[in-house]
């Protein structure tokens, strides 16, 4: 069996939750793994990741401070030629999903995307048609590039004994982007895809999130919201749960005002335990609901936070 290589996400110094659950997907495939660390901050977050891979190899430096694809795909594909990887893993987040197929057209490699389950080191479970349909895909050439559904796998093990970590030199390629500015959205609360308990809301809301947030400030939530919400201009693109936003599986997701739209569902259910509040009985959400409740948000959501806050004390 041949090197995995991880490529590792991070931001400022801190290692992605992600990356993590990647690693998990890599441990599956098995063999020996090695992680690369690219940008501003690489070094900081490389001894946490030494404590689960044997080598973790950094890039950092003029080039590559910001996560351009298509400095860091270059980066990435010269560590997985400098430790003969047969398997380049890496999470489908936004930064995965932009340099994923890079690092695999300049490797030569075929790719899976948003991989679900490891069958065999070559062959991979991944989701159709908004999650209604799952087929099994499978990589011919000799090296492989899988992005992988972070949601879908655990937090990986930690390993023995510790990895060693050391610079990875390589000449940063003249890009035909450059960093502009990153508008990053900020919030007190936990990050959408990290958090354990998410509440969000949908049309329902008119547009008013009050009940939604007091609700999860009570729980320590995540705020969420459906395409509607985002399309709607009440809340940022970067809070859509869905198909064509982010995929949580959070313990807890409490979904109100919100119908169940198979493409809101594919961004959902994997959570362990969902809880619907619509005014609407036959609403399709109450078919993946634990727990359903057929009542007005406006009255239920303030209710709810009210009685968690006394169980609270
Ligand atoms: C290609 C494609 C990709 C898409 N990707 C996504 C995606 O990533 N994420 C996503 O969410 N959608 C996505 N959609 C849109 C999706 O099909 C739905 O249109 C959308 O999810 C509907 O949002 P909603 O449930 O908030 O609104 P609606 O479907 O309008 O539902 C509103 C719900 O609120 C309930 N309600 C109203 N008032 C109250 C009240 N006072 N109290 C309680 N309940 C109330 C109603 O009974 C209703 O069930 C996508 C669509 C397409 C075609």
């Known amino acids: 069996m041949g090197t995995i290589l991880l490529v590792a996400e991070q931001a400022a110094g801190h290692l992605k939750k992600a990356t993590l659950q990647a690693l998990g997907a890599a441990q599956k495939i098995g063999g020996t793994i090695e992680a ?25 430096g003029a080039g590559f401070e910001h996560a351009l694809a298509e400095t860091h795909s270059a980066a990435a594909a010269a560590a997985a030629k400098a430790c003969n990887a047969t398997e380049v893993v890496i999470a489908a987040t936004a930064y995965g999903k932009d340099i994923a197929p890079r690092i695999a057209a300049k490797l030569g490699a075929g790719v899976a995307s948003d991989v679900l389950a490891v069958v065999s080191p070559s062959q991979f479970k991944r989701a159709m048609w908004a999650g209604n349909a799952i087929a099994i895909v499978e990589i011919t050439t000799a090296v492989k590039v899988v992005s992988v559904r972070a ?9 023995a004994s510790l990895g060693t970590v050391q610079p990875f030199a390589v000449q940063a390629p003249v890009a035909k982007t450059r960093f502009v500015e990153f508008n990053e959205v900020k919030s007190t609360r936990p990050e959408l895809t ?21 609700l999860a400030d009570v729980l320590n939530a995540a705020v969420g919201a459906s395409r509607a919400v985002v399309d709607a201009g009440w809340q940022p693109n970067d809070m859509q749960v869905g198909q064509t936003g982010k995929v949580v599986a959070p313990k807890l997701y409490i979904a109100a005002g919100i119908s169940g739209a198979i493409q809101h569902l594919a961004g959902m259910k994997g959570a362990k335990t969902i809880v619907a509040i ?9 078919q993946v609901a634990d727990y359903g409740l057929v009542a007005d948000l406006f009255k239920a959501l303030p209710e709810l936070s009210e009685e968690i806050k006394k169980v609270k004390g």
Do not use: C, M, W
């Open 151 to 159: 949601t879908e796998f655990a937090v990986a093990q930690k390993a």
């Open 278 to 286: 619509n005014k609407d009985a036959d609403a399709p959400i109450f």
């Open 36 to 60: 690369v660390l690219i940008g501003a901050g690489a070094g900081t977050s490389a001894q946490e990741l030494a404590t689960y891979v044997s080598k973790v190899h950094v890039v950092e």
């Open 194 to 214: 990290e958090a354990s308990a998410v509440v969000s809301g949908g049309r329902g809301t008119k547009g008013d999130f009050k009940p939604i947030e007091q």
